[in-house]
């Protein structure tokens, strides 16, 4: 399940964003994706690490308060 395939549809509703908010993302290279033909097409383990970064990053002054406490 973890190396599984996904089209910008599912990408959405898996990060419960619209759709054309990830296609413009893979557009300028904001989330990974691969181009196949004219399809894009995303692979879940990826996004999740993504993700997982993304909201590490965006966090961190946060989580490193909770780590001080």
């Given amino acids: 399940m973890a190396d599984e395939i ?5 990408v959405a509703a898996y990060l ?3 759709p054309q908010t990830i296609y413009t993302w893979a557009q300028e290279g904001k989330i990974p994706a691969a181009k196949l033909g004219n ?14 970064q ?11 308060e909770e780590k001080d406490q």
Avoid: A, C, G, Y
């Fill in 6 to 10: 996904m089209t910008i549809e599912e």
């Fill in 16 to 18: 419960r964003l619209k």
């Fill in 39 to 52: 399809q894009w097409r995303f692979k879940r383990s990826v996004i999740d690490r993504w993700f997982n």
């Fill in 54 to 64: 993304h909201i590490d990053d965006r966090f961190n002054d946060l989580l490193k």
